[in-house]
């Protein structure tokens, strides 16, 4: 199987602009999770989507969303850019279950996106 | 919410030897605890994870064992090589969060040859 895949792998914006990243999860799994990792704040827990429905939101601003569509990719959209924001953004997916299945927790991490912000 | 604390934050042994990482975390509601190594410019990977219905688990060289009375579970390193130099990260999570999870800050590990 393939990896988690995500687009692009670095970015350099500007203070003010708006960046949406890209994340394709590994083929059958339905939940893709969103992380920002920084040396100073390690990582971070931003969101969690299944099903096209975002089920749990990390401690961070509005600037901050995601979107997933029918196939179980994910966009990751961050307006209004701070110097901030620079960080590694990740994502992670697994195979969240069907109702009533056991739940299954292990993540597998795509390669980030480098997000700088001048 | 929960709050994960790791111990140490640098960690530096000599290849062969075992090397320990420990870690707590706050919420009761946790029972999913995995380990991730990152090594420089690559992405987190799961090394091994325990459930809280479990109090240890060995994987090779690799061996994590979770105390649920005390909060508390450790990553077991043993004979040592220089490839397992890199950043480890642990984290805790609950089915109630779903795929909420809570890292620690990582340990910075080197193997000297």
């Known amino acids: 199987k393939a990896g988690v895949t995500q687009t692009p792998r670095y970015l350099i914006k500007t203070r003010g602009q708006q960046v949406t990243l890209s994340c394709s999860p590994i083929s059958g799994h339905r939940s893709v999770s969103w992380y920002q990792q920084t040396p100073g704040q390690g990582l971070q827990f931003l969101f969690e989507?299944?099903?096209?429905?975002?089920?749990n939101k990390g401690n961070f601003p509005g600037r901050f969303s995601g979107r997933q569509f029918s196939n179980s990719r994910s966009e990751m959209n961050v307006s209004t850019l701070e110097l901030g924001d620079s960080a590694l953004y990740l994502c992670a997916s697994s195979s969240r279950p069907l109702a009533g299945e056991p739940h299954f927790n292990e993540q597998f991490f795509g390669p980030g996106t480098r997000l700088t912000v001048l | 919410g929960e709050n994960v604390e790791q111990h140490p934050s640098t960690l530096s042994v000599q290849e062969g030897d075992s090397a320990v990482i420990k870690c707590t975390y706050s919420d009761s509601a946790s029972n999913y605890f995995p380990w991730y190594k990152q090594e420089l410019g690559k992405r987190p990977q799961l090394i091994i994870d325990?459930?809280?219905?479990?109090g240890e688990k060995k994987d090779q060289r690799i061996a994590v064992t979770l105390n649920k009375t005390a909060k508390h579970f450790s990553l077991h390193i043993t004979e040592t090589q220089p490839e397992d130099s890199a950043v480890y990260f642990c984290a805790a999570s609950s089915d109630n969060y779903g795929q909420n999870f809570v890292f620690g800050p990582g340990t910075r590990l080197s193997v000297l040859p």
């Open positions: 989507y299944f099903s096209e429905t975002q089920r």
């Open positions: 325990i459930r809280s219905n479990v």
